[in-house]
């Protein structure tokens, strides 16, 4: 069985975060180190493109989150978690956030994106050209680095795929290059 296949029997078919059987999907839930079951979401089309979208958010929509907060998989927690931030200015999420309860990793997961956090608080990434970057990005090397405690050099115009944050420096970012994980500067890359 494929991972849909694997979701749609975890969630007896429907979105697991408002119950719609329309339209479903798989959403790997960011940041994404193995996605797999375990980090991701059956979800409908409509709670996926609002997760993407926050401009087109229905606050409406997202009350389903009473119930799915609930959920017994760590993935729909953390979705629920960060939508409720997202909302908490309607007043009812944040009385949901009070009742709810993630254990310590679970809740690192949920705020590795900066969820939750006042804007002045969250560490933005951008590269060389002021472009935000976000887990799972993809961006290419502007200048030829030479990797600290190696003799790599990693080549200008080399493709970086699914980079990582670090979530307390916003000029850095993981990824992998020849095989090796490495560090890159955000002011070396640009967003593809």
């Keep these: 069985m494929g ?63 009473n119930d799915s907060m609930w959920s017994e998989h760590d993935a729909v927690k953390v979705v629920a978690w960060r939508m409720l931030n997202r909302l908490k200015s309607e007043g009812w999420p944040q009385d949901l956030l009070d009742m709810m309860y ?32 976000e887990a799972g990005d993809n961006v290419v090397l502007i200048k030829d680095l030479k990797v600290k405690g190696s003799s790599m050099v990693a080549k200008q115009g080399t493709a970086v795929r699914r980079i990582s944050l670090d979530h307390e420096n916003a000029e850095y970012i993981e990824g992998k290059v020849d095989g090796q994980q490495i560090v890159i500067l955000t002011k070396y890359v640009k967003k593809t």
Aim: with cysteine; net charge negative.
């Design 102 to 133: 993630l254990e310590d990793e679970v809740l690192t997961w949920a705020k590795a994106t900066g969820e939750g956090q006042e804007a002045g608080e969250q560490v933005v990434h951008r590269d060389a050209n002021g472009a935000i970057l």
């Design 3 to 65: 991972l849909f296949e694997d979701l749609q029997e975890r969630s007896g078919s429907k979105c697991e975060l408002c119950g719609s059987m329309e339209g479903l999907g798989i959403y790997e839930v960011p940041p994404v180190s193995t996605g797999g079951l375990d980090g991701s979401v059956l979800a409908c089309h409509t709670c996926k493109s609002q997760i993407e979208s926050p401009d087109s958010m229905d606050s409406n929509h997202w009350r389903c989150l």
